[in-house]
């Protein structure tokens, strides 16, 4: 059985930076996309980017584009979510989720594609 760990989240201050971690357990971690997903309070979850399996190709939303970047090392199953520049509206519980497909250059930016998700971790950005 899959299962997916964030860590990182914490508070920081507006123009901060944090990076969260996304480790996973019972999958071939290699062969799958991993993407990250926001929820912030009162909203629905949103979609923030997403890393192939390959690591070679990586898509993001315009909201953090230029100031998000994901990245893998498969060795240590695990991926990661730098965070830069980071603003108030960042603030949310942010999840990562292992896509259903397995694939070598394929991203996805629909939460119908990814199979399994991690508790969260929260991210709170002071003003």
């Known amino acids: 059985q899959v299962q997916l760990v964030e860590s990182g989240g914490g508070l920081v201050q507006a123009g901060g930076s944090l990076r969260l971690s996304c480790a996973v357990f019972?999958?071939?971690?290699?062969?799958?996309?991993i993407g990250w997903f926001r929820q912030a309070p009162g909203k629905e979850r949103e979609y923030v980017g997403c890393?192939?399996?390959?690591?070679?190709?990586?898509d993001y939303s315009n909201a953090v584009q230029g100031r998000f970047t994901i990245s893998r090392d498969n060795a240590k199953n695990t991926a990661y979510l730098q965070m830069d520049n980071l603003r108030p509206d960042d603030t949310a519980v942010y999840y990562c989720?292992?896509?259903?497909?397995?694939?070598?250059?394929?991203?996805?930016?629909?939460?119908?594609?990814?199979?399994?998700w991690g508790q969260g971790t929260l991210v709170t950005v002071s003003s």
């Open positions: 890393i192939s399996a390959s690591g070679y190709s990586t």
């Open positions: 019972g999958s071939a971690f290699g062969s799958y996309a």
């Open positions: 989720a292992k896509s259903k497909l397995a694939g070598y250059n394929q991203v996805y930016n629909a939460e119908y594609s990814y199979g399994a």
